[in-house]
Structure formats: C-alpha cells, structure tokens
C-alpha cells in the first residue's frame, strides 16, 4: 500500500513571494504518478500539476512547479510571485499505474497543507 | 466543456435514514471515482466505477454502494446513516485509462443529525 505523508498542517507566506510545500510518499511501485490538488473554500478539488514518475524532468505549469526526486521519494510544490487566490488547502497525491493499467483509478492523498496567502 | 457535476451540493439526513448522491462525469469521461472527505480522516477512496462495472472498492462498509449507467453518470448511496457518515463526497472523472488527469466536482455536503 502507498502512503503519502505532509509534514507541514499549515503555512502562510507574502503576497508575490515563493513558498515550497513539501510532500513524501512511501511506495514499492516503479510506475505511478503524482499530483497536487488545490481545495480553496468553495471546496471544489482543482488540479495544480502533474508528474509522472519516469519523467526526469520536472513538470511545469506556469508559477507552479514540483521538485521530483524519485529516489528520495519527494514531491514539493513550488509556488512563485504567490497571489491572493492561491489561499487553499493544497493536497498531494500518489497514482499507481500499470502497462495494462486498468482498474487503477485510485488516488492516495496526503493529509493537506492549509496555505495562506498575506496582503 | 462542462466539469463534473455533483447533486445536490448539501444534504442533511437523519440517523437510519438512506441518502443517494449523484455525479455526471465530463463529457468523454468513462471513469467515475468516488471519495469522502473528513476533518478526521482526511480524503479516502470509496469505489470506482467504469462503463458501468466497478473496478476498485475501497475499505468501507457494504451500507455504502454505488452504480454507474450507461451514459457514465454515477450515483453512489449510503444505507442506514451513521452521525459518522457527515462527510464532503467528492466525485473525480477521467477518461479511465489510468494515466489522465482526474477532475473533481464540488463534492456534496452531507450532515448527518
């Protein structure tokens, strides 16, 4: 079984500056992916960025990235010039995946980290 | 391209009462996933359905059961509630192969009194 742990309950950071949010994961899988789910208060699961696991490189998306370091077994979140709106609670999340890979459409989250952000 | 849409957004029952949920997937979308969210226990899986079979079950009692129809809307239903039931039930659709994004609704509020 896969387990995902965040050490950090909650942070808050200035507005426009950068905040990592850190995520380890405990697995014996070779091929997964990993996610982070943004959750502001109107409690909809939004999707921040997505790695997959035989990807070296780090995945991107705009003022979001991931550190992955696969043999470390950790995913942080790197969010930079931070905005009021990215107030949320942030979850990360472990995806096994097969060759065939059906029936595998379940997600273990971690516990959350609550992050806000200060006019 | 709508997103996932839960009904209804909040519930409340009472103890022994039973409640149906329901979710209709983006369109495309054959995979439907179910979790609860608790303050307690965090997000946990309950079960996931596609082209109308079940696939994965999660560790939760038989009072909770679900089905898909054959458009991929899915309903899930809890059985003789529990004060223990009170959750955010939040539905997640993909296209089913596995290697998709998930994309989750807004989830339904239940209370259970």
């Known amino acids: 079984a896969q387990t995902v742990t965040q050490s950090q309950p909650e942070m808050s950071v200035q507005e426009a500056e950068t905040v990592t949010l850190s995520c380890t994961y405990d697995?014996?899988?070779?091929?997964?992916?990993l996610f982070w789910y943004k959750q502001p208060p109107s409690r909809q699961m939004i999707l921040v960025i997505r790695q997959e696991a035989y990807k070296q490189q780090n995945a991107t998306e705009n003022r979001f990235s991931v550190n992955f370091q696969k043999a470390a077994k950790s995913f942080s979140l790197k969010i930079s010039d931070s905005q009021l709106g990215d107030t949320a609670m942030y979850f990360c999340a472990f995806l096994k995946t097969t060759i065939s890979n059906f029936g595998n459409e379940k997600l273990t989250f971690g516990t959350g980290t609550r992050l806000t952000i200060i006019p | 391209k709508a997103g996932v849409t839960q009904t209804p957004r909040y519930l409340i029952k009472t103890r022994g009462q039973q409640v149906t949920l329901s979710c209709s997937p983006i369109s495309g979308h054959r995979s439907v996933s179910w979790y609860q969210q608790t303050p307690g226990q965090g997000l946990q899986f309950l079960f996931e359905?596609?082209?109308?079979?079940?696939?994965n079950k999660g560790n939760f009692p038989g009072r909770f059961s679900g089905r898909q129809f054959s458009n991929s809307r899915s309903e899930m239903n809890v059985s003789t509630l529990e004060l223990g039931d009170s959750a955010l039930y939040l539905c997640?659709?993909?296209?089913?192969?596995?290697?998709?994004?998930?994309?989750f609704g807004s989830g339904t509020q239940l209370s259970v009194l």
């Open positions: 697995t014996s899988e070779n091929n997964y992916y």
């Open positions: 359905y596609f082209s109308e079979t079940q696939r």
């Open positions: 997640a659709s993909s296209a089913g192969q596995g290697r998709e994004k998930l994309f």
